[in-house]
């Protein structure tokens, strides 16, 4: 362009898009490295060959990020370091003086109904930990829940069972009272939920700084974040967990080991190798307590390589059971779940793991840095994690990594009635499924619309989807039920959305089409009314058509997609077919 510095002229660079670039983080385009600190450096090849000061860059949004400004990878804020190969913006990014055709934001999803690609992970929505959540609720929108630190709130005692420690464990070394345990389990049972068990937390008894806990009622304990004193001992205390779950009949989905050890003494006092030595310890006891057991890890704060190769190269070296990887994505960064996916399997190629090796989002939220009154970024002046924003997000991520494969659990974060009111100011509050009156928020409605529509199998489809739209279809074996999922999550544009949708190969036969909307003005209470009472028309997922038809072979019909929304339709053959 016309304000290229000389000095790039005569390296004949031809053109430098500025208005490509991203607002307050660097950016790798090609072979150009820009910093932009108030000044941005022009690399070629590695070699500093220019400099342009003054450059005022404008806002962008995409339709992945979360936040003012464009974000490539990682937490929200400036990225640091990052490399890409190719930078595509916004529906109206265009390169000066070139006419561009704009997308329309109209597309179309055809879908095959006899042909079958793949399959939606069983019991694959879950919830952090066990709350409040009424017995109904979790049966409509949960499979699993993630409860953690059961082992420290456990009373253990060296030796045989006395009054306080009545339960001899398997290995007869310790003495425990499983109360804690039993009763999280028999929560759990009520509401019809799988567990996802957490290994993790050191108890008294090895050096632990946190007491058990022998009140009632309670579930889990404080977290100790100190490295066992005796891995030998914490084995045994695991293997004889698992023993003690398995003779009781409790149905675990899979077993992590520890919490965000990346996070440093908040959670793991240690170093990463001491992680990979308790990791070792731990996934030999749980296999050899109960060998159908899927074990993983290392359960990390944030989506990071260098912890994913280690435990990989361990795991490969010493002969360790790893069933999965385990991660936690707070980045509001729809391009997360591409990049782990691209991530595990790499490392697991390099060392002859299966592909695509299971993930588990143990963890889920859009941005926790965005929370309400956190003082970060523009969206801390709302509510906006218990708003159809986030259910958006949400049924927008659940649909990318369906359609990635491989991924075993999407876990939020969190389930409810774990941190008190909604307006309370506890960290996290504003961050729960559910209300401590019983509030069912959005996303909440969105984890239901997706358990109500979505079967086994994933169906084959040709999307042309306009900016910022996910879709998905399913079929039940079971029932022959069709479901389909929309996400409506563009920023590029805060408008509504439309979607013809073509299915073929239908049974001729007469179908209920039931169709259920999250937006603004359905099924978020929050969006309506915030806490007040009269939102409670809006605290249960809404049905906003429903009606039955007569098909032969093939259908075609629109359905709006209204300003960040999750559409859930479910076509369900009614009678004889």
């Known amino acids: 362009r016309g304000d290229v510095p000389d000095g790039l002229r005569e390296k004949r660079v031809v053109a430098l898009d500025l208005g490509a670039l991203i607002a307050g983080a660097p950016l790798l385009a090609g072979l150009l490295q820009i910093n932009c600190v108030p000044w941005c450096r022009i690399y070629i090849d590695g070699k500093q060959v220019g400099r342009i000061a003054g450059v005022r860059f404008l806002p962008l949004w995409s339709d992945t990020t979360n936040r003012e400004g464009f974000q490539i990878g990682g937490e929200p804020g400036v990225s640091n370091n990052v490399w890409i190969s190719d930078v595509r913006v916004s529906r109206t990014a265009r390169i000066p003086g070139r006419p561009v055709r704009l997308r329309q934001l109209t597309g179309s999803m055809t879908v095959d109904s006899a042909r079958v690609v793949g399959t939606v992970p069983r019991k694959f929505v879950g919830g952090l930990k066990v709350g409040g959540i009424g017995p109904m609720q979790a049966k409509s929108g949960l499979d699993v829940i993630r409860e953690a630190d059961t082992v420290t709130a456990t009373p253990i005692k060296r030796g045989a069972p006395d009054k306080t420690h009545p339960s001899r464990g398997h290995s007869g070394r310790f003495a425990y009272d499983w109360q804690v345990v039993d009763r999280t389990f028999e929560w759990l049972e009520a509401r019809g939920l799988e567990a996802y068990i957490g290994a993790d937390s050191t108890p008294q008894l090895l050096g632990g700084s946190v007491p058990p806990r022998s009140d009632t009622p309670h579930f889990g304990g404080t977290w100790a974040s100190e490295v066992p004193n005796d891995l030998d001992a914490w084995a045994t205390v695991i293997g004889d967990l698992v023993h003690h779950v398995k003779q009781r009949g409790y ?102 793991f299966p592909t695509p090796f299971p993930i588990a989002i143990s963890e889920f939220n859009w941005s926790d840095r965005n929370e309400y009154g956190s003082g970060v970024a523009a969206f801390n002046t709302d509510f906006w994690h218990v708003r159809s924003f986030n259910a958006a997000y949400t049924t927008a991520a659940m649909t990318h990594a369906v359609k990635l494969g491989g991924f075993a659990h999407l876990i939020w974060s969190h389930t409810g009635g774990v941190y008190g009111p909604i307006r309370g100011g506890v960290k996290y509050a504003t961050m729960q499924l559910t209300g401590d009156r019983g509030e069912q928020w959005a996303p909440f409605n969105a984890l239901v619309g997706w358990r109500r529509t979505v079967g086994s199998k994933l169906l084959s489809t040709v999307q042309d989807l306009p900016p910022g739209v996910f879709g998905l279809s399913t079929r039940d074996p079971h029932t022959e039920k069709i479901g389909l999922v929309f996400a409506n999550y563009g920023w590029a544009q805060r408008q509504a959305r439309e979607v013809t949708v073509n299915l073929k190969n239908l049974a001729d036969c007469s179908y209920r089409l039931k169709r259920y909307l999250v937006d603004q003005t359905h099924s978020s209470r929050w969006d309506v009314a915030e806490d007040r009472p009269e939102g409670s028309s809006q605290n249960d997922l809404q049905t906003v058509e429903d009606r039955t038809m007569n098909v032969s072979r093939t259908m075609s019909f629109s359905v709006g997609l209204p300003v960040w929304s999750s559409t859930f339709i479910t076509l369900e053959p009614s009678g004889r077919c």
């Open 251 to 352: 149905v675990v989905s899979r077993w992590s080991v520890w919490n965000e050890p990346d996070l440093g003494s908040a959670f793991w006092k240690g170093t990463t190798e001491q992680y990979l030595d308790l990791y070792a310890a731990t996934a030999r006891a749980i296999k050899a307590a109960d060998p159908k057991a899927k074990v993983g890890g290392p359960e990390i704060a944030h989506l990071d390589s260098t912890w994913i190769k280690d435990l990989f190269e361990r795991a490969r070296r010493d002969d360790l059971p790893l069933d999965f990887i385990s991660f936690h994505d707070y980045s509001g960064d729809l391009n997360t779940l591409t990049r782990a996916r691209a991530l595990v399997d790499y490392h697991a190629r390099r060392q002859g």
